[in-house]
Every structure is written in C-alpha cells, then in structure tokens.
C-alpha cells in the first residue's frame, strides 16, 4: 500500500510541477528533469554558438541530481 500511496503523491507533484513546453531532455541526472524527459527549470541556456550537430550543444541549466 505504501509504494500506492507514493505513486499517488508522485502524479499529484507531477500535476502541479511548471514545465517548460515543448523541451524534452533525455539527461536523467540533472535535478530540472521531471522523470518523463520534462524539463522543470524555469529558463534554459544552451550555450556553443559553433555546434553543428545538437550534441555539440550543453545545457548550462543542468545541476546533477
């Protein structure tokens, strides 16, 4: 019943929780990612003004969990 109750309060954080829309973040270690590859940050900053590819680009909103 305990794990019931804690995926209860889980969808009821989630339901509450800001996300940015139309950001989707694969990085699960950084505290901003809601779990579902959202991001909960308030802004991002994406810095490497010479990427070409998208991996070439990073996160300067990133905090490791």
């Given amino acids: ?12 954080k989630m339901q509450d929780e ?19 590859c959202c991001c909960t940050a308030q802004e991002i900053k994406v810095k490497n003004r ?5 991996e070439e680009t990073m996160c300067e909103t990133f905090e490791e969990v």
């Fill in 1 to 12: 019943r305990s794990s019931d109750l804690t995926d209860f309060k889980e969808a009821i």
């Fill in 18 to 36: 800001k996300i940015l829309e139309g950001i989707c973040c694969e990085v699960e270690n950084c505290v901003h990612n809601n779990g579902n």
């Fill in 50 to 54: 010479m990427a070409v590819l998208g």
